[in-house]
């Protein structure tokens, strides 16, 4: 790889191809259409994706269709781990750095697609390898963590997966929801509130990890939507459900409160201690509806 490249250029191009190609097609770009932004350049990369006879990857991608709805999590996790390949080596990160990270990654979809267009996975990862002068019996790279379940467009665990104890705590609260006591929107808004706050609070007394955590918050709020809009149709649509591409916040996230400005803090500042009065008057004329709660 010639070191006067403007660095990172030709990375960042194959990567705007694969999201030019995921566009046009109408999907998500995952690490799949991260393959056909590689082979559609120029390199030791492209070549190596490139098959001696049978269709090309755009090809064998195209006509695979949509591989996923929600798939930015995973090639954000395989661009950072091709970042750090190319930190740890001393050079600017290139499309073969990114190709050695998506198959190491080694998703369904990437080895599908591979196996479709006649490639053989270990041949291509060599042939990187070769590009980079790493070695031929180079191990895996190290992959950064995956964001949580049920944060930005990773879905969360199903509820099959998630701590039974945790679990058990809330759906004693989802069966003693004071659903009578919904009269309004901040009715409705407070219990949201309240039960976002017991899930977080469940999760930690169990000292769960970050897919149980955001899991449980986003599992237990979809349980109360459904059941607070059984109860209330006439509230459906006057607060925003959880769903893809939002992410859970833990109750008390937000930014350490700031002094008041002369005009917009002020307005700011006077809402948040509302909305506190709102919910803590909620939870005091709710609070006989959870006796007897179970604790994790």
Not at 44 to 53: D, F, T, V, W
Request: proline letters at 10%; a positive charge.
């Amino acid at each position: 790889m010639a070191r006067d490249e403007q660095p990172g250029g030709p990375y960042l191009e194959a990567i705007q191809r694969a999201f030019e190609f995921a566009h046009a097609q109408g999907r998500a770009c995952g690490p799949a259409e991260f393959l056909v932004g590689i082979a559609a350049g120029d390199g030791p990369a492209a070549a190596a994706l490139h098959p001696g006879s049978g269709r090309s990857v755009r090809e064998v991608a195209t006509a695979s269709g949509p591989v996923g709805e929600r798939a930015g999590y995973l090639h954000m996790q395989v661009q950072e781990a091709a970042t750090s390949l190319a930190a740890t080596r001393g050079q600017p990160v290139a499309p073969e750095h990114l190709l050695i990270a998506l198959l190491d990654q080694g998703t369904p979809e990437v080895t599908g697609l591979l196996s479709r267009a006649g490639l053989d996975p270990a041949a291509v990862r060599r042939a990187a390898l070769a590009a980079i002068g790493a070695p031929a019996d180079l191990p895996p790279i190290p992959l950064p963590a995956l964001t949580p379940a049920g944060t930005l467009d990773r879905p969360p665990l199903p509820v099959a997966d998630l701590d039974a104890r945790a679990w058990a705590v809330l759906r004693w609260r989802q069966d003693h929801l004071p659903l009578g006591r919904l009269r309004r929107t901040g009715d409705l808004r407070a219990l949201i509130h309240l039960e976002r706050t017991a899930a977080w609070r469940v999760a930690d007394r169990l000292a769960l990890d970050d897919d149980q955590r955001h899991s449980l918050v986003w599992q237990h709020a979809g349980q109360v939507a459904q059941l607070t809009a059984r109860a209330r149709t006439d509230l459906v649509g006057s607060v925003p459900r959880p769903g893809p591409g939002r992410r859970a916040q833990r109750p008390g996230s937000h930014q350490p409160p700031r002094r008041p400005g002369v005009t917009v803090g002020w307005a700011a500042w006077f809402d948040n201690r509302r909305v506190g009065l709102r919910d803590r008057w909620f939870r005091l004329r709710t609070s006989w509806h959870y006796r007897g709660c179970p604790e994790p």
